[in-house]
């Protein structure tokens, strides 16, 4: 899942730690997009289980990469 980290209802911070808390969403691959580039937000990302973060403008290139490789993992259970 492809998660922008500034949400108009919430931020993606929460909807990670819900999508983490549900049994059939919890390995979903989550990988937030975010024009937020400092440490903290991404430790705080990490920490709510995110999977993956990229910075905005981003490359459809890299996020496509970035997607495939997240679902590879998920694949062999890493």
Do not use: W
Not at 36 to 57: E, M, N, Q, T, Y
Request: hydrophobic residues 50%.
């Amino acid at each position: 899942m492809v998660i922008r980290l500034i949400l108009p209802e919430m931020d993606g911070f929460n909807a990670c730690e819900q999508m983490r808390a549900n049994p059939i969403l919890a390995k979903v691959p989550i990988i937030m997009v975010t024009a937020l580039d400092d440490h903290d937000s991404r430790l705080r990302g990490i920490k709510v289980g995110a999977d993956d973060f990229v910075s905005k403008p981003y490359n459809i290139f890299e996020l496509r990469s970035r997607v495939k490789l997240s679902l590879v993992l998920i694949t062999i259970d890493v």
